[in-house]
């Protein structure tokens, strides 16, 4: 069965994220940016919504050349609240693991996965599932993505890539070919700009020019492994597999409250299976959690969060449970609205201590 992979990226992420908390920077300029502190216009551009894009601003400029290139536009520049995107990348990820086979996170705001199972490899049935994912993700979330789908991780990069901002594009296997062909070398996933200067020193311009080299020729520039993926990913057939499994840094559970409230009890028992759900992850796991957070999205569609450090951590369900309430209380009282879904995230993990290894230090009674 020929394997169905998708990669879905969302739209410059950090500055929709804001646009969704207030929509009234849709029609401005946004740039969420990284700031020094040395001056007030010390740092980095991280994302810029496709207003800023525009007017030439782009991910990696100066702040102070941003500004000089939004003069007059009245632009919106926002300090980068990492734990804020990670708290909106992270149930979007819990929401892609429920509609997908498997799902390989690649950074805070794209993710690699297969589904092939699940639809018998009908890449006619994958264009109705990514267009299910993308109206899913556009309901809960209200942010636009881009989704691409093929037979490898590559041609799924690259359709992803296509269909920005906000589109769908599905290449099926007999049409990989003329799909990649005529794009440029350098768009390859995994050609970096060392990688592309040396093609274009050979003449390689197209992944088509780069399918139809022998072996041999790469292998004098790049050596055997890195030339027979080069091969293969210039022909769409990579067998580079989804990874699911890998170490995981924090567990979330969110749900969506059958009604808004701000009532914290409320809240945290309809959460309630939540709770058992990231006590089970670290039992299964033997590890302890140092943090415990209880995230709240209000009925504005903002994202608040209240966190609690534990020293030594802990994984006992009574304290989760009665960290997560305090922690909701306090959330209510500075919100000032309703919840309209909640969250509970354990995070800081250590390795459990055992009874066996704790009786090695233990001098029994004489």
């Known amino acids: 069965m020929t ?9 410059y992420f950090y500055a929709q994220v804001e646009e969704v908390e207030d929509s009234s920077l849709k029609s401005r300029p946004v740039i969420v940016c990284v700031f020094s502190g040395r001056t007030e216009d010390s740092g980095v551009v991280s994302t810029a919504n496709y207003v800023a894009r525009g007017f030439g601003v782009h991910s990696g400029m100066p702040i102070a050349l941003a500004r000089r290139k939004l003069g007059g536009k009245d632009p919106a520049v926002i300090k980068m609240d990492h734990e804020k995107y990670e708290v909106v990348s992270g149930r979007i990820m819990q929401d892609l693991e429920k509609e997908v086979d498997l799902l390989e996170p690649t950074g805070i705001d794209e993710a690699f996965f297969d589904i092939t199972t699940s639809i018998e490899g009908d890449f006619g049935r994958a264009q109705e599932k990514a267009a299910s994912i993308k109206k899913l993700l556009f309901e809960n979330e209200h942010l636009t993505c881009s989704i691409g789908i093929g037979r490898s991780k590559v041609v799924a990069k690259l359709a992803s890539d296509m269909a920005k901002p906000g589109g769908l594009m599905v290449v099926a296997p007999n049409g990989t070919a003329a799909f990649m062909s005529p794009l440029s070398a350098s768009k390859l996933y995994g050609v970096g700009p060392k990688t592309a200067a040396v093609l274009d020193h050979m003449g390689i311009k197209t992944i088509g020019d780069l399918a139809r080299l022998a072996p041999a020729e790469l292998e004098n520039h790049f050596g055997r492994k890195f030339s027979a993926y080069l091969l293969s990913a210039s022909a769409g ?34 959460l309630s299976e939540g709770i058992d759900y990231v006590h089970g992850k670290l039992l299964f796991l033997g590890r302890t959690s140092k943090t415990i957070t209880a995230i709240g999205i209000l009925n504005d569609l903002s994202t608040k969060t209240k966190s609690r450090t534990f020293e030594p951590p802990t994984n006992d369900l009574n304290t989760i449970r009665e960290t997560t309430l305090l922690l909701f209380e306090e959330l209510s009282g500075v919100a000032g609205k309703d919840f309209r879904r909640v969250g509970v995230r354990v995070s800081g993990f250590e390795k459990m201590i055992d009874q066996t290894s704790l009786s090695e230090f233990v001098r029994p009674a004489s």
């Open 237 to 270: 057939t990579d067998s580079d597999p989804v990874v699911v499994g890998l170490e995981p840094t924090q567990f979330s559970r969110i749900i969506t409250l059958k009604r808004d409230t701000r009532d914290p009890r409320e809240a945290c028992a309809q």
């Open 3 to 11: 394997r169905v992979i998708g990669h879905v990226d969302l739209d």
